[in-house]
C-alpha cells in the first residue's frame, strides 16, 4: 500500500474545516489527480474529518489522512501521513506528540499504513509554522541539511517543503531535490495556477495542491492538466 506514493506527481489537499460542496468535490475527485490528501493545521475534528472521508470514498482513487490532531484520527483512510517538522526547536513537534499517540493508540496503530514525512516549514506567516514554532528564515543549504537528515540520517520516504500559502522560493526546491538520494520530495505551497504547478512539479515528484481548491476551482483543476497532460 506504500508503495502507492511512488507514482504520485499531484494531489490535493482537502481541509475537513472548510466547505466544499458535493458538485466542486465531484469535479475534483474526477479531475486526474493521484490521490486526495485530509488534513489541515486547525479546526480539524473526527467529526469533520469523518464527513469528508465519507464523501470522498464515493470515488476510486486513493484517499489519505495527513494526522495534525490526534483526537481527529479516523479509521478507513488508505494511509497516514505522519508530519515531523524538522526545522522546529520545539521537541513536541519532532516526536512529543508521536510518543504521546503511541502510548495511547500504539495498539490501534496499522503501522504498515503509516508514512512518516519529514516537514520543512519555509512560509513564517502559514498557521502550521506559528502552531509549530518552526524556523522559517533559514537558507536553501540548511533547507536541504535538514532534508539529508530525513533522507540519510531519518530514512524517511518523504520530504515534504511546505510553503502553505505562499508561492515558494524554486531555487530552494532545486536545492532540496539536489541533496535528495531516496526520500521523494512533495511541495506543498501557493498553487494557483498551472504555470506555478507546472514549475513545482519540473523540480519534485508531488506537487500538493490546496487553497486554490476553495478560491479557484478553474485554476485548481488546471493545475492537474499541467502536471498529468
Avoid at 481541509?15 to 465531484?26: C, G, V
Avoid at 499517540?101 to 513564517?124: A, K
Amino acid at each position: 500500500m506504500k508503495e502507492m506514493i511512488q507514482s504520485w506527481k499531484h494531489v490535493f489537499k482537502l481541509d475537513p474545516d472548510k466547505e466544499i460542496s458535493d458538485d466542486s468535490l465531484d469535479v475534483v475527485c474526477m479531475s486526474g489527480t493521484d490521490a486526495i490528501m485530509v488534513g489541515g493545521s486547525t479546526g480539524v475534528t473526527y467529526e469533520n474529518t469523518v464527513d469528508l472521508l465519507s464523501r470522498v470514498r464515493r470515488y476510486e482513487l486513493p484517499c489519505v489522512q495527513e494526522v495534525s490532531d490526534l483526537e481527529a484520527v479516523v479509521p478507513g483512510f488508505d494511509l497516514y501521513m505522519i508530519p515531523m517538522i524538522l526545522n522546529t526547536q520545539d521537541p513536541t513537534w519532532i516526536m512529543g506528540r508521536h510518543r504521546e499517540g503511541i502510548e495511547r493508540y500504539g495498539y490501534m496503530i496499522p503501522w504498515d499504513l503509516v508514512v512518516t514525512e519529514g516537514y520543512i516549514v519555509l512560509n513564517e506567516n502559514a498557521a502550521v509554522a506559528k502552531l509549530t514554532g518552526a524556523e522559517t528564515s533559514i537558507e536553501a543549504g540548511t533547507a536541504a541539511a535538514y532534508a539529508q537528515i530525513a533522507d540519510k540520517l531519518m530514512n524517511l520516504p518523504i520530504v515534504y517543503l511546505e510553503y502553505s500559502g505562499a508561492f515558494g522560493d524554486m531555487e530552494t526546491v532545486r536545492t532540496v531535490r539536489r541533496s535528495l538520494d531516496n526520500a521523494r520530495l512533495f511541495y506543498g505551497g501557493g498553487i494557483t495556477n498551472a504555470q506555478q504547478a507546472l514549475e513545482a512539479a519540473s523540480i519534485s515528484d508531488t506537487i500538493i495542491v490546496g487553497n486554490v481548491v476553495y478560491d479557484d476551482l478553474e485554476q485548481a483543476l488546471e493545475t492537474v492538466k499541467a502536471v498529468k497532460g
